[in-house]
């Protein structure tokens, strides 16, 4: 409560009274939330959300599915399977699928991972890393894939860049880190990666085809899927990231100090064992930071906005001197930066396996992912509204009903 002095009229007698600051100075009081969102969204040139529920998002999550529309689902995205401009949905979509190939993907690496314990079949432990590192990235593609509501990408589209770009932006990022220039601390990935995947991107679909700017969020993060899961697959496996290798000559020396002698079978099979737990340690705390609170989620930002710019223009260099791009791209190269930051907040989050960093840039990041796609659904619906506009005007001139008028 704050004191406002009140006088009926000039000359006469004044009283106090108390009123709620946030009635006095409402904008001074403003939530620190919501100023926070405010500052963000004007980084990324973006609306506040309207209209947007995660209950009402993932409500199609359990619904029952016919065989033949599962089949079906991703069979989109050519000349011949794009829907027609009016029939594309461009409220916030509701996708489903998502969840089932998450669900089917981590009960095959459960199994696997009970199998290799069971039997310790050095066999297995490929198919585990493999499964373990592309997992919740194939997942949360698959979200993306949904999210995509003109349906005018295809999966030779996405498989092509998960693999081609994912290896471009791997490449160029090493090239990258290894000139003088760019090295510059913990900080220097922020800056690198994501450059390195944006470029990969815009090698990759240098067509005017994809016109959305929900195509460049859903091309972004095929780019991030791949490099993510490829990413993934070298820290579980290496001794840098504590994977495989580093639990196998851990245990290798345990057992070679050891006073009890063991037959070579049972000492590769505990050394196996010891490495394939680092490895699961290892792979299990990426599957839940690093693909979808990271890489994917940076890498849909940058294209998403780079999209925005582009359209359905050819490339050329000036557009990635657009001041709004330019901005939007800043958003995720700080999240990356303060994700690799030297400094970690609350470092041994959830026994260890997180940091206040990584969940705080992952929250960010998907705010300012989710304004992108409604801005995307607003560029669909408008596109609609001129498409009709334009049907109107040629009826109209062939009925006689009026004077033919360019669609705007």
Not at 99 to 106: K, S
Not at 183 to 204: H, M
Not at 289 to 300: Q, R
């Amino acid at each position: 409560m704050v004191p406002v002095m009140y006088q009926a009229y000039p000359g006469g007698p004044q009283q106090v009274y108390y009123m709620p600051a946030a009635q006095v100075h409402p904008r001074a009081h403003q939530g620190v939330m919501e100023g926070l969102n405010s500052r963000i969204r004007k980084l990324a040139s973006t609306d506040q959300l309207e209209g947007f529920s995660l209950g009402q998002m993932f409500s199609e999550v359990f619904k029952r599915r016919g065989h033949d529309e599962l089949e079906d689902y991703f069979m989109v995205g050519s000349r011949a399977s794009t829907p027609p401009l009016e029939l594309v949905e461009t409220g916030w979509p509701k996708p489903w699928m998502f969840f089932r190939v998450l669900g089917t993907l981590w009960a095959a690496l459960l199994l696997l991972s009970l199998m290799f314990y069971f039997t310790t079949n050095s066999n297995l432990i490929p198919a585990i890393l493999l499964l373990g590192a592309f997992a919740t990235p194939m997942a949360t593609l698959t979200l993306f894939f949904e999210l995509n509501t003109p349906r005018n990408v295809s999966m030779y589209m996405v498989a092509k860049l998960f693999i081609t770009g994912a290896v471009l932006a791997l490449c160029a990022a090493l090239i990258l880190d290894s000139l003088s220039i760019f090295q510059i601390g913990d900080w220097e990935a922020g800056i690198v990666e994501e450059c390195a995947k944006l470029f990969a991107v815009i090698l990759v679909v240098r067509g005017v085809r994809f016109k959305y700017q929900l195509n460049g969020i859903l091309f972004g993060a095929t780019v991030g899927a791949g490099f993510s899961a490829f990413e993934t697959m070298g820290y579980a496996f290496g001794i840098n990231g504590g994977g495989f290798l580093a639990g196998f000559v851990q245990a290798l020396g345990q057992i070679g100090t050891a006073q009890a002698a063991q037959t070579q079978a049972q000492a590769m099979s505990l050394v196996m064992t010891a490495g394939v737990t680092q490895m699961l340690h290892e792979l299990l705390v990426r599957m839940f930071t690093a693909a979808p609170l990271g890489h994917m989620v940076w890498t849909a930002i940058a294209a998403g906005a780079f999209w925005r710019v582009k359209q359905d223009r050819p490339f050329s260099a000036g557009m990635l001197m657009d001041k709004h791009f330019l901005m939007a791209f800043a958003i995720p190269v700080l999240l990356h930066a303060f994700w690799d930051a030297p400094w970690q907040l609350f470092a041994n989050l959830f026994g260890g396996a997180s940091s206040l960093n990584e969940i705080l840039a992952g929250l960010i990041g998907w705010y300012v992912l989710f304004t992108l796609i409604q801005q995307g659904l607003k560029q669909v619906k408008q596109e609609q509204m001129s498409h009709l506009q334009g049907a109107l005007a040629n009826v109209e001139a062939t009925l006689g009903l009026g004077t033919y008028r360019q669609p705007v």
